[in-house]
């Protein structure tokens, strides 16, 4: 049994921070449980422990990973808190990883909690696009990384210095409807941007090839590179259609169009 | 904070432009600005949020290029606004995207052409980039470190580090010039053709997003909760009715509910708190899943 000094929890909180910043932004990896339960191994003088036990909990998040946005249980508190108590109370590493798992499962819901929070960021963030304050976008793309920063910090921090009891009785305090209700905003809050997009791109005449692209998803389960090639096929035909079916409207810049398209001819053979 | 609402309100229904009020092409794109836009693509998550997804940090990946192709301020600010919608590609191969969006950028394509193209080549690399890196890449350098990790042996992770990176930086920088000298060639051969390029990029564009409405919204009712009982059969609403009628029928109602609002002059922000208030309300009534493992 382990005893955490107030220094060696900053530490873990520290590296829990900066961890949580790069499994975002940089994506050097050093976020993974392999580095990571390495360096709380160091941290806390049980190196050897330390590597075993991140090297266990690597091959847990192996298949959790980021698919099309969706985020899996966390993998950074979950390497934290897996070494952490591994070293401290002996646990083996593959009940550290039962230890583990609840608590990044509760960090995963903060964290799209707080991917939930910021939308209306984006908002200011326009604000600063339109009037070309580039200024103000560089100061505000770090607010979102400062916050991750703070809230590993706190999260691997709190259970480094309190135990494991505490922590958990704390998460539980939280009303679960609440977190199931932001989540499930979270999931459809990809429909406000969609629709941004479709209130620039949509015309009528484009319309049947949204509904084209939907369907093969919704029903023919197609991947979204499929129906980009799809779509691509289907807009080179227009393309040369319409291209072969030009009806000169004014003769002058017919003509000149003509010249060029010969030109291109040329170019490309 | 009154003079900042009446802005964003302003920003909301500002139309785009589809062309510069500075339409002068010149050759601004030096390799010193295709590399710091790989190093800003680091931070290509960094404004994540659920509306926009990569949006923001998209945009900010692009300012080193944008401030110096478009030196009227107007035509800066709409290339930045436009940039600022919905953007979500994987993060390894964004460059390759922000080559070609920069080299036409540089060209003064028309916006509704670099945005449908945008549009047409981020959900593919998605993809693709998934399956490549995180069900290959990681597992491979991470099973290699693994082994050597599990003999206590410190060169488990540095080995892992060291691999998974190289791969990693190596393919930021190469797609990134792959991106642009491509998007320069391919500029070449349709110079002629823009309105219908433009055409071709929207027809791709859309399709896309009707495939990413039924994919990436997740928005299903509880098994357990969202049921009702006629005498003794028990109907699970989501799979017994929503989805006999139609797969992703509540994405696709929700989006274009959400397209109807904008029409009728609502902000984002207003849809932002209706989407917070239906996710709260549901939650509260059991009509959504909650997170399993804090039950």
Redesign the interface.
Known sequence: MHDVTVLQAILVGLWAGIAGIDQFNGLTHIHRPIVTGAVIGIILGEPTVGIITGGTLELVWAGMVPLAGAQPPNVVIGGVIGTLFAILSGLKPEVAVGVAVPFSVAVQAIITLLFTALAPLMHTMDVAAVNGDTKKMDRMAWIEPVILFLGFFIMAFLPAIFGQGVVTAAVKAIPVWILGGFQAAGGMMPAVGFAMLLKIMWKIEYAPFFVAGFIAAAYGKLPILAIALLAASVAAYDFFINRNNQTPTTPAPAASADADEEEDYSNGI | MAS?EA??KE??N?Q?PDTYQDPSVNKVIDKSTLHKMVWRS????????????Q???W??SL?PGL?KIHTN??D???A??D????F?TH??LVTFVQGVIIAMEENKENR?TI??IK??LM??L???G?ALF??TL??IT??I??SL??Q???F??IL??LL??AV?FGLLFWLMNYGYNTGTRAI??M???TQ??S?????????????????????SLNGTNGSFAIGKMKIDLQAGIIDKI???LL??A??????W???KGR???T??GI??L???????F?L????????
Not at chain 2, 203 to 213: D, H
Request: with cysteine.
């Open positions: 900042n802005t964003i920003v909301d500002l785009i680091l931070l290509l998550q960094s404004s994540f949020n659920y509306e926009r997804m949006g923001g940090g945009t900010y300012i401030k301020k107007q800066l600010g709409f930045l606004f940039h600022m919608q919905f979500n993060p390894f509704s945005r449908g549009v047409a959900g593919p998605g993809g693709i998934d995180w069900l990681l597992p991470g099973g470190g693994v990790s599990q206590g042996n410190i488990g992770p892992f580090l998974f990176n990693h070449a051969s110079r002629e053709n219908k390029i055409r071709a990029a929207t027809i791709i564009g859309l399709a896309v997003v009707g495939g990413l409405t039924a994919t990436y919204i997740n928005f139609m797969p992703a994405p696709l929700y989006t274009f509910f959400c397209y609002m904008l029409k902000s984002p922000l849809l932002i989407t917070l239906i996710g709260l309300i549901g939650s509260f059991g959504f899943a909650w997170p399993a493992a804090i039950k």
